[in-house]
């Protein structure tokens, strides 16, 4: 079946510091992949779609020069939190859409980061 | 927001007994998806029910949904230990982006 890669799963940094977290697409091609964030206890809220090839579409209220978003290839999106503070810290998770296996939508395993 | 709502928030029950969870949203949707989450983890794909679709089984798992109401139930039979999670409800919206929504989510706690 579709796998999603999410690197890293955990991550500790420096308040102003810049985080990258990378999904890949293991075994299909995904043209869109999907950026959530979630706080303790409560649900995924989408943060931006990644496409390839061109710009991310953000959600409002999403910061896009805080939330770099970046799709060069079918296969890898990622997104770097730049001068990260510790109200960033949260669960990342991405997601992306294998056309081929139908309507169902493959996620990583989260990036649990932590800004002190 | 676009985001649907779930109740209830929390359920806690025995072994072998059932689990229901309902899950409201509030615009037209093409499918209606029911997701897993075990602490800290990414979430498992579940069960998707389409819009012109009122029920759907798969093995445990009962899904109904009802478009004029705009509500979904996602029904666990004979639930285990195991069951415990997060459940959440997600609704596929339409046009070039195809994003998925989700529901505000119910933590399950099946004891032993």
């Known amino acids: 079946g579709a796998v999603v890669s999410q690197h890293p799963s955990w991550v500790i940094c420096k308040s102003g510091t810049s985080v990258k977290i990378e999904c890949r697409s293991l075994?299909?091609?995904?043209?869109?992949m999907f950026w959530y964030r979630q706080f303790p206890k409560q649900s995924l809220m989408l943060m931006a779609t990644?496409?390839?090839?061109?710009?991310?579409?953000?959600e409002q209220g999403v910061e896009k020069d805080k939330f770099l978003i970046n799709h060069a290839s079918l296969t890898l999106s990622t997104l770097t939190v730049t001068s990260a503070h510790p109200e960033d810290s949260s669960f990342y998770i991405c997601?992306?859409?294998?056309?081929?296996?139908?309507?169902?939508?493959?996620f990583g395993s989260g990036t649990r980061l932590t800004v002190v | 927001s676009q985001q649907g709502e779930e109740d209830p928030q929390a359920l806690s029950i025995q072994e072998g007994e059932n689990a229901t969870m309902n899950c409201s949203y509030k615009?037209?949707?093409?499918?209606l998806q029911w997701y897993r989450q075990n602490s800290g983890r990414g979430l498992v794909h579940l069960i998707l029910?389409?819009?012109?679709?009122r029920e759907k089984h798969s093995g445990r798992l009962r899904v109904t949904l009802d478009t004029s109401k705009k509500s979904s139930s996602l029904l666990i039979t004979a639930s285990r230990a195991a069951d415990t999670a997060s459940y959440f409800c997600?609704?596929?919206?339409?046009?070039?982006?195809?994003?998925?929504?989700f529901g505000t989510g119910t933590l399950l706690a099946v004891q032993p």
């Open positions: 075994d299909f091609q995904a043209t869109t």
């Open positions: 990644s496409n390839e090839g061109s710009k991310a579409t953000y």
């Open positions: 615009t037209s949707i093409n499918n």
């Open positions: 997600a609704t596929r919206y339409g046009g070039a982006t195809n994003k998925l929504i």
């Open positions: 997601s992306a859409r294998d056309q081929k296996v139908g309507y169902g939508y493959t």
């Open positions: 029910i389409r819009s012109n679709e």
